[in-house]
């Protein structure tokens, strides 16, 4: 069973910035494929991001250019960076994975994950 632990969510200003980590116990995480999903209040949960098992990464079209996903392998950690945050990026936050058997991979579907952290709260207040 893999565990997703995320943590760095927190409180800030429209404007702000805020890095999201995602500590997995997954072995070797150079072979999971990884995401991060948010759910705002009274909303469903949405794709936010996913990376490859190589550097390949997407990004939703409501976060392009200010968010930035990436994975460090050797220290099992996934990572969101959240630039120019809006209050409409607040949610709560989870990161998800599952082993990808092509490099050319990029899930976005929950449905396309099978393990989910418990999330991490990020509030953004204009």
Same mark, same amino acid.
């Given at each position: 069973?893999?565990?997703l632990?995320?943590?760095?969510?927190?409180?800030? @200003?429209a404007?702000?910035?805020?890095?999201?980590?995602?500590?997995?116990?997954?072995y070797? +995480?150079?072979? +999971?494929?990884?995401?991060?999903?948010?759910?705002?209040?009274?909303?469903?949960?949405?794709?936010?991001?996913s990376?490859?098992?190589?550097?390949?990464?997407?990004?939703?079209?409501?976060?392009?250019g200010?968010?930035i996903?990436?994975?460090?392998?050797?220290?099992?950690?996934?990572y969101?960076?959240?630039?120019?945050?809006?209050?409409?990026?607040?949610?709560? +936050? +989870?990161?998800?994975a599952?082993?990808?058997?092509?490099?050319?991979?990029?899930p976005?579907?929950?449905?396309?994950?099978?393990?989910?952290?418990?999330?991490? @709260?990020?509030?953004?207040?204009?």
């Amino acid at each position: 069973q893999v565990q997703l632990v995320e943590s760095g969510g927190g409180s800030v @200003q429209a404007g702000g910035s805020l890095r999201l980590s995602c500590v997995g116990s997954a072995y070797p +995480y150079s072979r +999971y494929c990884m995401g991060w999903f948010r759910q705002g209040p009274g909303k469903e949960r949405e794709w936010v991001a996913s990376v490859g098992t190589t550097a390949m990464t997407t990004v939703a079209e409501s976060v392009k250019g200010r968010f930035i996903i990436s994975k460090d392998n050797a220290k099992n950690i996934l990572y969101l960076e959240m630039n120019s945050l809006k209050p409409e990026d607040t949610a709560m +936050y +989870y990161c998800a994975a599952r082993i990808c058997g092509s490099s050319s991979f990029l899930p976005r579907g929950q449905n396309d994950f099978a393990y989910w952290g418990q999330g991490t @709260q990020v509030t953004v207040s204009s």
